[in-house]
Structure formats: structure tokens, C-alpha cells
């Protein structure tokens, strides 16, 4: 009677001990929750990764910007692919989108955006350059505006920012040129060597609605770089 006992206490302990066996997997710091987790961020919490990248400085950039072999052109024209490159567009237009009644000017809204990066070149002590073709067809009250961006090492963050004033296109059919001489609206930093650098160039309706749009063929972007 007594070994029975004692082989049905053990019996049961066994069995009662399987529960804390199964609480213990529940807590945060187990094993399995922390297979979990991985798992969780494997399938594609992208704020967490972006976190972990940001927090983990340089050790998480990419790998140094290399130098072409082809030399960087200050020269650029704009392309339907969305490129900045150095040879010229044939031909083609694009639409731009309406100011949807309302004015945008000095900030980008629903803009054509045209990038070109590895850029290698060397300040010249200008300034930036332009002449884009728009025809604003025989609409009323319509008027483009421009940013040029400069990222000089190609690390995402924008050193030197842009804006010039809008320009009002007539009601006749026919593409006229927005240049620089419309004038500087606003602008923020410094030019300095691109290593590796970035340029963007953002096209908009600062008014009017629909019927804008710009030639790409006669159209092009001077970097005050050689």
C-alpha cells in the first residue's frame, strides 16, 4: 500500500509538473516567444527593420559610392523613365497633374520627378541652371514651378534645396521656356563636391488645372558643376 502510495504521488507530480513545463514557454523570455519574434520581424515589420537600421548607424549603410568610369555630365535632361540622364530626349511630353484648385506655390505637389545618381563632380561657384519646354495648351491661369535637390554623397539627406519662383504660362498653344530667371523663391544649403551625389529635380503645377505639360525634348537641368 505504501509503494503504491508513493508511485501514485510521483504519478501525479509528473503530470501536475507538465503545467508549469507549458507556463514557462508563455513567458516573453522563453525560447519559443523569442522564436516568435524573429519570426514576427522575418515576415515583414517594416518599421521595425527601418528602426533597426536607423539605430544601428553606419555598421547598417550600404557600400561606398563607386566612381563610373564614364564621367559624370553636368548636363542633364529630363526623361519619360523618370531619369535625369545626359543625353537628350527625342521626344515626348508629359502631363502634368492639375493644382486641383487650389495654389501650390513653393511646395512640390503631385510633381513629375526626374533623379540621376552617382554623380561625381567637382563645384564650379555658379549656379544652377534650367530651361523646361511647357505648354499650358489654351488654358487660363496656369502656372508651373521647380525645385532642384542636391544630396552631395548619395546618403538620402538633402544639403542643398532649391525652389524657384512659378511661372505663368499664356493661353496659346505652343511650349515656352521657364528658366532661371524666374528668380530664386527660396533656398537652403550649400554646394560643395558630389561624391557619389544625388540630384532631383521636381516639376508642378503651382495653378490652373489640367492641360500642362512639358516637352522633354527641349528641356534640360545645368548643374553649377564640372
Do not use: K
Not at 508549469?20 to 515583414?44: E, L, N, W
Not at 554623397?153 to 530667371?181: H, M
Not at 527660396?186 to 558630389?194: D, N, V
Amino acid at each position: 500500500m505504501l509503494v503504491a502510495a508513493i508511485l501514485m504521488t510521483a504519478g501525479a507530480c509528473v503530470v501536475g509538473c507538465a503545467a508549469p513545463a507549458q507556463s514557462v514557454t508563455s513567458t516573453p523570455g522563453s525560447r519559443p516567444a523569442a522564436a516568435g519574434s524573429a519570426a514576427s520581424s522575418g515576415a515583414g515589420s517594416a518599421s521595425s527593420a527601418q528602426s533597426s537600421s536607423a539605430q544601428s548607424g553606419s555598421s547598417a549603410a550600404g557600400p561606398a559610392p563607386v566612381r563610373p568610369e564614364v564621367p559624370s555630365s553636368p548636363l542633364l535632361y529630363p526623361q519619360a523613365a523618370g531619369t535625369l540622364s545626359a543625353a537628350a530626349a527625342t521626344d515626348g511630353a508629359l502631363a502634368l497633374h492639375s493644382a486641383d484648385g487650389q495654389t501650390r506655390d513653393g511646395e512640390p505637389y503631385l510633381p513629375l520627378v526626374f533623379t540621376a545618381s552617382n554623380l561625381w563632380l567637382i563645384p564650379t561657384g555658379g549656379t544652377t541652371a534650367f530651361a523646361m519646354a511647357l505648354d499650358g495648351g489654351d488654358r487660363v491661369g496656369s502656372a508651373v514651378q521647380l525645385r532642384v535637390s542636391y544630396d552631395l554623397t548619395g546618403d538620402g539627406s538633402w544639403e542643398r534645396v532649391e525652389t524657384y519662383r512659378y511661372f505663368a504660362t499664356d493661353p496659346l498653344p505652343g511650349a515656352e521656356r521657364y528658366t532661371q530667371d524666374a528668380g530664386l523663391l527660396s533656398g537652403f544649403g550649400t554646394l560643395a563636391e558630389m561624391t557619389g551625389g544625388i540630384v532631383r529635380l521636381e516639376v508642378w503645377a503651382a495653378l490652373g488645372e489640367d492641360g500642362l505639360s512639358l516637352e522633354l525634348a527641349d528641356s534640360e537641368l545645368v548643374l553649377p558643376y564640372s
